[in-house]
């Protein structure tokens, strides 16, 4: 578990066995399942590049020291080979599929960890391979062609919290992702390690690719997104993650998401 990343489960669960299967004949293998609330499933890698569709809840994925939150009516694409772990602070429920090697690297496929916003096309594909009983039949290769036709169609969206290797900014992601709801400048938290502002800013810069503000501000609306699945209010989440107002939040939810808290409320039910 990277250190800079504190989400501590109530409980653990083995990844299935779908990952590894080597099977000839099937491109893709397609799940349906759910999850529990705070389930982390054991930190894994697979050789079959992987889609999990969210249809309600929030999944939060780690892979090296970068984070992904994929809220309901996303998917998140991982490549195979590719070490990760999946945790949940609200129960969900997930279709699945497992590219195999040869179609994963087919043009207009992501390469690195992607989160997209889903399609009902690509809900409904997912969910009629789920229920055929030949997933290695014409019928279900057919449709598996269309499914990775449609995710190579689909747009990222910008749920990925970058993270870093230096020790001093390992801590700094710590105390925040601990605490995000932490007010204290920069220099401050400097100060308590024992370093300087400039040093962190450069590797805020360097290693997650964007400011500390910049940083800080993704940080508060990924954790409102999980917050939002529990049914918490914009006047609740304001005052939790420190923000001023609930305009203030609202405010801030918009330009990094691009929409109101309210478009997150409802899934696909």
């Not at 999990?52 to 939150?69: N, Q």
């Not at 391979?129 to 910008?158: K, Y």
């Amino acid at each position: 578990m990277p250190k800079h990343v504190e989400f501590p489960p109530n409980t653990t669960a083995t990844p299935t066995g779908d990952g590894y299967d080597t099977s000839p004949g099937r491109p893709v293998i397609a799940r349906c399942g759910t999850m529990g609330a705070g389930v982390a499933v054991l930190p894994h890698a697979h050789p079959r590049a992987q889609l999990i569709l969210c249809l309600d809840g929030v999944l939060r994925l780690r892979a090296g020291e970068d984070v992904w939150m994929v809220p309901h009516k996303h998917a998140i694409w991982i490549p195979g080979g590719l070490g990760h772990q999946l945790t949940t602070q609200t129960s969900l429920r997930v279709r699945h599929l497992y590219v195999a090697p040869r179609f994963a690297g087919r043009a207009g496929l992501p390469q690195a960890c992607t989160v997209f916003r889903g399609s009902p096309l690509l809900r409904g594909i997912v969910e009629r391979l789920a229920v055929e009983e030949d997933q290695a039949g014409a019928a279900a290769r057919r449709l598996a062609w269309v499914a990775l036709d449609e995710i190579a169609r689909l747009r990222p969206a910008a749920l990925h919290l970058p993270g870093g290797r230096d020790a001093r900014l390992v801590a700094v992601m710590a105390h925040f992702l601990r605490h995000p709801e932490e007010r204290r400048s920069l220099s401050e938290v400097a100060r308590d390690l024992d370093t300087s502002e400039r040093t962190l800013e450069r590797l805020f810069a360097t290693e997650a690719g964007m400011t500390f503000r910049d940083w800080r501000a993704k940080l508060r609306c990924m954790v409102a997104l999980e917050g939002i699945e529990r049914g918490e209010t914009s006047t609740a989440l304001a005052r939790r993650l420190g923000y001023s107002s609930p305009s203030a939040f609202t405010a801030a939810f918009r330009r990094e998401f691009g929409a109101p808290p309210s478009a997150f409320r409802s899934g696909l039910r």
